[in-house]
Nanobody, 121 residues
Framework: QVQLVESGGGLVQPGGSLRLSCAAS????????MGWYRQAPGKERELVAR???????YYTDSVKGRFTISRDNAKNTVYLQMNSLQSGDTAVYYC???????????????WGQGTQVTVSS
């Protein structure tokens, strides 16, 4: 069984910073791409940032220059450093990972349970 557990969400004032973490555990053989998505009330889930096993990062336009995604392959962990936070960043943030397991073939996508980020004064 594979689990992704996020941490680091909370309440922050506009202009503030938060760092999200997501650790994958279980019978993992290898993790390809890891990413962060978010879903605001009444809106669809959207991609925020993704990072490949080689460290190539993609960001959605609204967070470029403010958010930084990184990963520690030895710890199966992905991070999202969020700076200059705005009210529009308020959402539940989910991590996901495309990974393979020791006891099965193929690459599958797993999701974390989500962590709330609220930007408000």
């Amino acid at each position: 069984q594979v689990q992704l557990v996020e941490s680091g969400g909370g309440l922050v004032q506009p202009g503030g910073s938060l760092r999200l973490s997501c650790a994958a555990s279980g019978s993992i053989f290898g993790i390809q791409t890891m990413g962060w998505y978010r879903q605001a009330p009444g809106k669809e889930r959207e991609l925020v940032a993704r990072i490949t096993i080689n460290g190539y990062a993609y960001y959605t336009d609204s967070v470029k220059g403010r958010f930084t995604i990184s990963r520690d392959n030895a710890k199966n962990t992905v991070y999202l450093q969020m700076n200059s936070l705005q009210s529009g960043d308020t959402a539940v943030y989910y991590c996901n990972a495309d990974l393979s397991q020791h006891d099965s073939s193929g690459i599958y996508t797993y999701w974390g349970q989500g962590t709330q980020v609220t930007v408000s004064s």
